[in-house]
């Protein structure tokens, strides 16, 4: 077990390493454009051109990369952060130290500062969300999958098939035609603060509900068909005949060995929650991460998307792992 | 490489396995058996009709825009579906709108699947260090939350139709790989690749002409499947901002327009909404149809 955690921690972080290279391509590949994007489209070409030569961004991509990597890891000082280029971008951490994602164009402050609040805003939404998918989807995974191909297994299998054919945005724009414009039982937009007073906790519902009916519906179906799988093996068809009460023999046989399959997939929700946050967000106006990293990528916010999508496999690959290993301490099989 | 014939006739197991299955209904063929995948078929097939049947219809050219009727945008004789906060017909930009979509993500999802195969098939046959290298940029890739990687990607290269099909294709084509990889591993075993392999078949016939046909039971089900999440991740792009560029009717598009007038006047997103749905729906019951008959067998 603890080599093959150390084999996969290892892989994780490589997986991360060569992500995170993947998106310091994808944004400073033209290095002219880096320029650019951090003085902003009124800067004339000259100043453009003194910042290209600061900045050494004529060196190639790979070398550019180390020093990207040398500024997060607080080996190097941020060259933006330099009082002398009279960029007047100032961090009180100072411009060298762990976790320096630079500073953000958009918001006109250090990454730092910007992100974590975000992100907590973020967390509550999708922990709710979590809160709601879980319990949610095993309901009505079991309920369907116990008896396989029964009435109600056909009715929850319909609903949970459409449940995943309503993307988010749609989904959002049904919620507030309905909830909002027709009963105005909720409101329409979630800013998280107590304006035109509606409690805060009344802004939740919609966007909690949005993110979770999607992918509950998906998740619902991963363990109705484990359940289904399981109620057919030999050794519930034993239990059955041997007589004991139904009711014993999915809580104590079946729904055990069902759940394993399902675990995995439940926390590899947690990657696609990542995406629907971003569409989510965007639909209420939430004031999270999401909508954050979006409007980052719309501005042309060089650090900040760095910053945001390096958070966001960080979060992704976490998990990952986490199914993987919780996944070798439920099934016995892999155990061995 | 040239796909060479077998030299001298021979009875495969690959043959063998063939003909039996042509003896026994194949999974398309069986369609109509299954009530779930007729309802998705139909579903998609009303798109279909009416993305082809577009440019012959009555209606308003999907970009006119009627000033007149911005005042009440509601349905009337003139916009049965009545218009956007710009005036332009919402019907017709519906029905205009799903010829964009039918046309970006078959395109999208077959290109993904070139590309996702080639790189599975690869990796099955060969193993070793083009299965590392496969798998790893597959992991890389399969690290990113998909619509994350959509919009720094979009967001990069720009909004076009060929930018939308090279996003999805890169974001699809690792998981077609680690799909097909999986399955190539558990064939490539078999007696009738041995066979292939005595009989001094190349390795590019190997791979398309045994082993690809014998991952194509699973595959059919994916397909129809991504075709549902390309379709979402089509209208969520077009929802971010990041879509079709305007004037191009787009259902993501749309539905982000009429957001603006939402409380008011939420016909503009709300029919848009109804057609993704109607249509990612199709898609998925198609799937969950397939699969439905190939457990059967």
Redesign the interface.
Known sequence: MLSYLTRRLL?VA???L??SF??FM??E?SPGNVARRTLGPFATQEQVDILYNRLHLNDPLLVRYARWLGVLTGLQADPLQDPALGLNFTDPRGARYFGNFGYSTLYKAPVNDVLWDRLANTALLAGLAFAVIVPLSLLLGVIAGMRAGSGTDRIVSSLS??M???????LG??L??VF??LLHWLP?TSPLEREGGWPIAAQLVLPVATLAIYDAGYVARIVRSSMAEVMTRPYVRTAVLKGLPRRTVIVRHALRNAMIAPFTVILLQI??L???V??TE??FGYPGFGRM??DA??F?DISL?EAA?LI??LV??TT?LASDIGYRLLDPQSRR | MSVTQAPFPIATPAAAAEAAERGAPGLLRRLPSSRVAMVGLSLVLFWVVLALLAPVLPLASPNAQDYAAIGHPGSSAAHLLGVDPLGRDVLSRLIWGARTVLAVAPIAVVTAYIVGCAMGLLAGYYRGWVDVVVSRVSDVILSFPVVVLYVILIANIGPSALNIVVAAVLASAPGIARIVRGLVLSLVNQEFVAAAELRRESDLYIMLVELLPNCRGPLITDFCLRLGYITIAIGTLGFLGLGLPPPTPDWGGMIKQGTAMLTVYPHMSLYPAFAIVSLVLGFNLLADGLTELSMSD
């Open positions: 892989e490589l997986t991360l060569l992500a993947v998106v994808v944004t590949f098939i459409v995943t054919s309503v993307p988010e945005f749609a724009v049904m507030v035609a909002v414009v329409g990657n696609w990542i995406g629907g971003v569409v965007l639909v990293l979006l990528a719309l042309g998307i999508t966001a496999l992704a690959t990952q």
